[in-house]
């Protein structure tokens, strides 16, 4: 009789374990050994204070909890003296004031897009043309394609304000806005004014102390457990170098998520340096940078050079710069402002034709070699770009859009 009792407590045990697993890997991915949990999805709820309630787009309803998953038509709501933050793409957050609502249009990585329905966020993005933020708003609709830090507010009324705290945006692709104005839109009309920076408010505060504590996580995060998490979630084809600036991580033991850039030299606009990078600090093979969607062996250059097969390509030269976007991962071609860059072969990997390994800061290093860089050791990098420049564009609030 005791057997059998045992027998059907383990049978219960494991079933719920294997329940949870299966709902862990919904949200994020980790693997057996890895401390590290790795995400390149949007939507990852990453703070919660105060109630927060959400209506899922089959109708459901309830309170959202931090670790989370917000997906497309899935509605937010936080409540009076609430606050809660979401993971954009890689190395961009939402965060929400008070009594504020919110959805996502779409959340792919190459296009997201959001809607705010009422109340107050601050938007602390990394953003280039390829991976912009676009935000559709009652009587507007922004697109965020520079770095920076942007407080947005919708009235009762539908009217809008967008506030540079930092970096600059241009209105109608001509005009620009710089850090300490503020757009206003009521109705069809448009007004720039000036708002006092040096007076944040509780949201503001807030939102800057998250940017803070989230570099101090990226700081802390340990090579060799890293280096694992991020293999393990690759060969799983969790995420590759071409689909954003970095990678989510959540890091157990503080139970935060931070942001992990592929390259050096990144931080927050806020001014707050993300020290530990794949880059210099994971000593990652050189496979991990080759883009697995065609073309992205990594070798040659766009008017003949070597395949990595012993061969040779010609590239026409009206497509070498789309053949070398195919090639080259979005972090090496863009800096923080979202610009094309010309860059060194110090600053950027290259590739050899064996496929044994790569030349970084003109170093060889091999694959299967393990001689990256210590937490303790500080790496070659180079400060981070000035924060840059998002582009506005104002509707027509009486022609139709399908986000709205």
Request: hydrophobic residues 30%.
């Amino acid at each position: 009789m005791k057997n059998n009792v045992r027998i059907v407590f383990g049978l219960v045990f494991m079933s719920l374990f294997a329940g949870l697993a299966v709902a862990q890997e919904d949200r994020v991915v980790s693997s057996v050994g890895s401390i590290y949990v790795i995400s390149a999805k949007a939507g990852g709820v990453s703070y919660v204070e105060g109630k927060v309630s959400v209506v899922r787009k089959e109708g459901k309803s309830g309170l959202l909890i931090k670790d989370d998953q917000i997906e497309v038509g899935d509605r937010v709501s936080t409540g009076p003296d609430s606050k809660a933050e979401i993971l954009l793409n890689p190395g961009s957050y939402l965060r929400l004031g008070a009594n504020t609502s919110f959805e996502f249009l779409t959340t792919s990585l190459d296009d997201l897009k959001l809607k705010l329905h009422g109340g107050s966020a601050v938007v602390e993005v990394l953003a280039s043309d390829e991976f912009a933020v676009a935000i559709a708003l009652p009587n507007a609709s922004l697109s965020l394609t520079r770095s920076g830090v942007f407080r947005i507010d919708v009235l009762g009324n539908g009217s809008g304000r967008v506030s540079v705290w930092k970096g600059k945006m241009f209105i109608d692709g001509d005009s620009e806005l710089k850090s300490g104005r503020a757009l206003v839109v009521t109705g069809s009309n448009t007004t720039v004014a000036k708002f006092d920076r040096d007076s944040p408010d509780d949201l503001d505060t807030w939102s800057k102390l998250r940017a803070r504590e989230i570099s101090s996580v990226n700081a802390r995060l340990e090579r060799d457990s890293m280096r694992n998490s991020l293999l393990n979630s690759y060969n799983n084809g969790r995420w590759n170098a071409f689909n954003s600036f970095g990678l989510w991580v959540f890091d157990p033991f503080r139970r935060m998520w931070s942001f992990l850039p592929f390259g050096s030299g990144w931080g927050s606009p806020y001014g707050y340096d993300y020290r530990f990078d794949m880059w210099n600090y994971c000593n990652m093979p050189y496979w991990v940078y080759t883009n697995p969607n065609g073309n992205g062996n990594g070798t040659g250059t766009g008017g003949g050079g070597s395949t990595g097969g012993g061969g040779t390509t010609t590239v026409p030269n009206a497509n070498r710069e789309r053949t070398d976007n195919l090639r080259t991962p979005p972090f090496q071609r863009t800096n923080q402002a979202g610009s094309r860059v010309e860059r060194n072969e110090s600053d950027s990997p290259v590739f050899n034709g064996s496929g044994d390994g790569m030349n970084t800061n003109n170093q060889r290093r091999r694959v299967e070699s393990d001689d990256s860089p210590n937490n303790d050791s500080k790496p070659v990098r180079t400060p981070p770009p000035p924060p840059p420049t998002p582009i506005i564009v104002i509707q027509n609030p009486n022609s139709k859009s399908k986000d709205n």
